[in-house]
T-cell receptor, first 110, second 115 residues
Framework: QQPVQSPQAVILREGEDAVINCSSS?????VHWYRQKHGEAPVFLMI?????EQKGHDKISASFNEKKQQSSLYLTASQLSYSGTYFC???????????FGSGTRLQVQP | GAGVSQSPSNKVTEKGKDVELRCDPI?????LYWYRQSLGQGLEFLIY????????KSGLPSDRFSAERTGGSVSTLTIQRTQQEDSAVYLC?????????????FGPGTRLLVL
């Protein structure tokens, strides 16, 4: 089952903050966050591991609630370069590949 | 290059023809993944290779789709008798060992259009 992302889309002004949520019905080993700009490959942002460890981008933070199988990506003081579609990919007890949400389209305006 | 590379970057084909898509993973990465992204959609898992283990083919949508990985490096995804619904961006990713909780790095993708 595909993780559920919310919101589907958000428009910000530069400097504003945003939170993107990802929720799964399965027990997870990890949650991976990617940003994809139009026509480009997804770029890795952050991985959150079962057990609390985080690895990723200095300017982007995230949380992982293992009990609820939910993750949130926090974008603070947004910049124009933050625009793109954000995907969460979840790793569960099944296959090793990631199961991706449908994405959150973020647009930062001047 | 240091990243995952894919070729061709774009492919236009006629319905019913076969196509081959190629992926070169990051050097030294033993795990390789294929995903498909339809227009405006998320990424859909297709197949996963890890070392010499049998591939996980659970995501392949039909028997028209197949993939192989030669010598533990380059992979080819083949779509036989293409259909219009096969039109999508096919993305390849690799990771160091394929163990759990490992970052996957994506290539630029092949944009396939079936007319």
């Amino acid at each position: 089952q595909q993780p559920v992302q919310s919101p589907q889309a958000v428009i910000l002004r530069e400097g504003e903050d945003a939170v993107i949520n990802c929720s799964s019905s399965k027990a997870l080993y990890s949650v991976h966050w990617y940003r994809q700009k139009h026509g480009e490959a997804p770029v890795f942002l952050m991985i959150l591991l079962k057990g609390g460890e985080q690895k990723g981008h200095d300017k982007i933070s995230a949380s992982f609630n293992e009990k609820k199988q939910q993750s949130s990506l926090y974008l603070t003081a947004s910049q124009l370069s933050y625009s793109g579609t954000y995907f969460c990919g979840t790793e569960d007890t099944g296959r090793r590949a990631l199961t991706f949400g449908s994405g959150t389209r973020l647009q930062v305006q001047p | 290059g240091a990243g995952v590379s894919q070729s061709p970057s774009n492919k236009v084909t006629e319905k019913g023809k076969d196509v081959e898509l190629r992926c070169d993973p990051i050097s030294g990465h033993t795990a390789l993944y294929w995903y498909r992204q339809s227009l405006g959609q998320g990424l859909e898992f297709l197949i996963y290779f890890q070392g010499n283990s049998a591939p996980d083919k659970s995501g392949l949508p039909s028997d028209r789709f197949s993939a192989e990985r030669t010598g533990g490096s380059v992979s080819t995804l083949t779509i036989q008798r293409t259909q219009q619904e096969d039109s999508a961006v096919y993305l390849c990713a690799s990771s160091h060992t394929g163990t759990r909780q490992e970052t996957q790095y994506f290539g630029p993708g092949t944009r396939l259009l079936v007319l």
